[in-house]
């Protein structure tokens, strides 16, 4: 059955235009011209896609966009913006909206739109297996984290930009992949990129890409991420260490769903979604002028904030079994059981470093474990205290009353620190040596020879 769509607006031309693509592209199409003629055929068929414009004769497209979400919510509904009309775009997408397009249309953009909400249509059946693998990769039965895996089943079926908080460690780019997996995009590229692992002066380059010879090193044309994510999805973790700069024309890639390679001369037409996230706060960062504040209301339509462990600590249990069944199947060994004591402790513990702190205390554990269960004693824990953003400082260290081998203490408490140093500054390798008042050079071979790479 060819797919079905509505398209509501009062101007004869745009009508046209809108019947001509989407009848090319194989859409069976029925038009209003108002709300109340649009309820009417809603009532009567179920359609794939609803195409409206902003400005309607009896109302606003927001509201229909709020009713279609109350009495329709498996139909996609796309915004027909005016040029420049980015506020009442984002507002459209705050209210539900799919999508939207501006005026004049751009014919790609367009069909790149309806073809998006069509497989949308299409994997609705599917939605109810993908919640279950999203069960099963995001763990938790707390009210917390139920509540994180029901916003991403409703922005998997949205293209709106998700910006997703939380401190780090959390889990941001698990999220961020669950939304990918469960939206229309699932078969595109997923493309992850720490922004601020880039180096400066290459990041226009590897947003956007370049041409052969646009600057030193240049030998061949290279695509940048922008290209690589066409179709699907393009999270940029660690968004606020962008620089200013780059902070403009990623602005403008967003808004024009286009990007011109460094020394191309035209734009090239990319349709990616946008998921950002970041440990900083990134309000206190427009305040200080650190990040653009246009660009924070694009990024941000939808913010998901991951709770931190402390939050949802009776999750640890959970998540504890599962990550030592993991650590047992790559080390090709016995899966240990852990005691009642042993969770009691992970109970009790804060958990600076959220779930990425409670593998590593696990892994160590599963190193000091004598027998085939893990004990509290084979627990080494750490009580850090943030002192300012993004560094801590180790107060207590316990160690196990079965270690015995002063070589076996020395590199377990010198994987420690190494791992509080590479955590504190979200593995910048550069800026943990430092920390830890060693070469770079020093750095990379303590990391090969202590597995931790």
């Known amino acids: 059955m060819r797919p079905q769509a ?27 011209e108002n709300i109340a003629q ?18 309607l004769p009896d109302g606003d497209g927001i509201d229909l966009v709020k009713i279609m979400q109350r009495d329709y919510p498996q139909t996609p509904v796309a915004m027909i913006t005016a040029h420049g009309s980015m506020e009442l775009a984002v507002e459209a997408l705050k209210a539900g909206a799919f999508d939207f397009v501006s005026k004049p249309l751009k014919l790609k953009v367009l069909r790149d739109l309806v073809e998006t909400a069509i497989r949308l249509s299409k994997k609705t059946d599917n939605s109810l297996t993908e919640q279950t693998v999203a069960d099963k990769k995001l763990l938790g039965e707390t009210a917390a984290i139920r509540d994180v895996k029901n916003k991403i089943a409703k922005l998997a079926r949205s293209q709106a930009p998700v910006y997703i908080s939380g401190e780090s460690g ?9 939304i990918h997996e469960q939206s229309a995009r699932s078969e595109a590229a997923f493309i ?62 967003i808004q024009e769903k286009a990007v011109r390679p460094v020394g191309g001369n035209e734009e090239i037409a990319v349709d990616v979604r946008i998921l950002c996230a970041t440990h900083n706060n990134l309000a206190e960062k427009v305040r200080q002028g650190q990040f653009r504040e246009d660009l924070y209301y694009r990024v941000n339509v939808i ?73 509290a004693d084979d627990l080494v824990l750490t009580e850090t205290t943030v ?59 303590k990391l090969k020879k202590l597995n931790l790479e």
């Open 6 to 32: 509505l398209i509501i607006d009062d101007e004869p031309d745009i009508l046209d235009l809108l019947l001509m693509t989407l009848e090319t592209m194989g859409v069976d199409c029925r038009t209003a």
């Open 192 to 253: 992850p990129v720490n922004c601020g692992a880039i180096p400066a002066d290459l990041v226009e380059s590897e947003f956007f890409g370049h041409k052969k010879g646009s600057f030193t090193g240049a030998i061949a044309d290279k695509e940048g991420l922008f290209q690589a994510a066409n179709k699907g999805t393009l999270f940029l973790d660690e968004i606020a260490d962008l620089p200013l700069a780059i902070q403009v024309k990623l602005l403008r890639a």
């Open 387 to 445: 002192a300012s953003e993004g560094s801590a400082t180790m107060e207590e260290s316990k160690i196990p009353p079965s270690a015995i081998n002063l070589g076996g203490q020395l590199e377990d408490q010198e994987r420690l620190l190494i791992t509080q140093a590479l955590e504190s500054t979200r593995w910048n390798k550069t800026a943990a040596a430092k920390k830890l008042g060693i070469t770079f050079r020093a750095l990379r071979y």
């Open 303 to 375: 913010e998901l904030n991951v709770p931190p462990l402390r939050e949802r600590k009776e999750d640890i249990a959970i998540l504890a079994k599962h990550i030592i069944d993991q650590m047992a199947e790559r080390h090709q060994r016995e899966i240990p059981s852990i005691s009642d004591d042993a969770l009691t402790v992970l109970s009790q513990h804060s958990f600076p470093g959220n779930v990425r702190e409670l593998e590593n205390v696990l892994e160590r554990a599963m190193t000091w474990m004598e027998g085939d269960e893990i004990t």
């Open 38 to 55: 649009a309820h009417k055929a809603l009532q009567e068929q179920v359609f794939d896609i609803c195409l409206t414009d902003m400005r």
């Open 170 to 178: 959390t889990g941001k780019e698990l999220v961020a992949r669950l």
